[in-house]
Nanobody
Framework: QVQLVESGGGLVQPGGSLTLSCVCS????????TGWYRQAPGKQRELVAS???????NYLDSVQGRFTISKNNAENTIYLLMYMLKPEDTAVYYC????????WGQGTQVTVSS
């Protein structure tokens, strides 16, 4: 069973930065796609950023230029660097990895508020 453990969430003021981390129990090179999703209260879960095994990144339009997804294969860790945070970025952020099946972490809360 693949296990994903996220960390790095918290409360930050608008314009601030956070870095989310996701440690995978298996070799992340074995997954076709790794990514970060988020879910705000009353809204559907949405894809924020994804990274293919070939290194191709895609971003939600509203975070393009502010968020960066990356990974460290040696540490089996996926990162989401978030800059210039806005109140509308407030959500629970989930790590996801996918090969034949997809696997989810437990989520980490990000709150952007003054």
């Amino acid at each position: 069973q693949v296990q994903l453990v996220e960390s790095g969430g918290g409360l930050v003021q608008p314009g601030g930065s956070l870095t989310l981390s996701c440690v995978c129990s298996e070799n992340i090179r074995s997954f076709y796609v790794t990514g970060w999703y988020r879910q705000a209260p009353g809204k559907q879960r949405e894809l924020v950023a994804s990274l293919t095994s070939e290194g191709i990144a895609n971003y939600l339009d509203s975070v393009q230029g502010r968020f960066t997804i990356s990974k460290n294969n040696a540490e089996n860790t996926i990162y989401l660097l978030m800059y210039m945070l806005k109140p509308e970025d407030t959500a629970v952020y989930y790590c996801n990895v996918r090969r034949t099946f997809g696997y989810w972490g437990q989520g980490t809360q990000v709150t952007v508020s003054s």
